[in-house]
């Protein structure tokens, strides 16, 4: 075969080729995993879904004591709960600075990671009184979500400030290994 056809057919090969690693090399990279694990202390398990390509977690916690489900939408820094225990669901801005970075939750829930994981952190929030009227605004997973149940916003306490709070008004969290979450207060109608 003479040589300039030689070239005109590599040409061929190294289009293609090219596409795929473009295309389906981020997209490999992108993958959803998914975990269930037994709870440290606890009756039940926690299933997590890791969707990293919308930078979405979702959690069931199935804890006999305090069953929960949650969203962590890393996209918009949000944190959408739907407490069991109140038929209530919590909306929280998120603090970027507070929370375990999706990548260490991808790493945790894929076991990659051998434990090297942020100290756990203990946040409190205190729900505040309006009820959200329009979910759709948060994306239709914190819409689906929180269906059907009352929906509040929750502000986090200032370090130090969560002494004065009820402790039977908390709903207490745990995510992973890697954080505590307290949302205090009393929800308006229940």
Not at 50 to 65: A, C, E, K, P, Y
Request: hydrophobic share 40%; aromatic share 6%; glycine share 6%.
């Amino acid at each position: 075969m003479p040589l300039h056809l030689k070239r005109d057919n590599m040409r061929y090969l190294i289009a293609p080729s090219i596409l795929v690693t473009v295309f389906l090399v981020p997209t490999l990279a992108l993958m959803n995993t998914s975990d269930s694990h037994l709870l440290d202390g606890s009756v039940g398990t926690q299933t997590i879904h890791v969707d990293t390509f919308r930078g979405m977690v979702s959690i069931q916690d199935d804890n006999v004591l305090s069953e929960w489900n949650g969203i962590v939408d890393y996209k918009n820094a949000l944190l959408a709960v739907k407490l069991f225990s109140k038929m209530a669901c919590v909306l929280v801005k998120m603090d970027p600075a507070a929370f375990p970075s999706l990548n260490d939750i991808t790493q945790a829930v894929g076991k990659q990671a051998s434990g090297h994981y942020p100290p756990t952190r203990g946040l409190t929030y205190t729900v505040l009184p309006n009820r959200i009227k329009n979910l759709a605004q948060y994306g239709v997973p914190v819409k689906d979500l929180c269906r059907a149940v009352p929906t509040y916003f929750a502000r986090q306490q200032k370090e130090g400030t969560a002494g004065a709070m009820d402790p039977d008004s908390c709903s207490e969290l745990q995510l992973l290994s890697f954080m505590g979450l307290s949302i205090c207060g009393e929800i308006p109608g229940l």
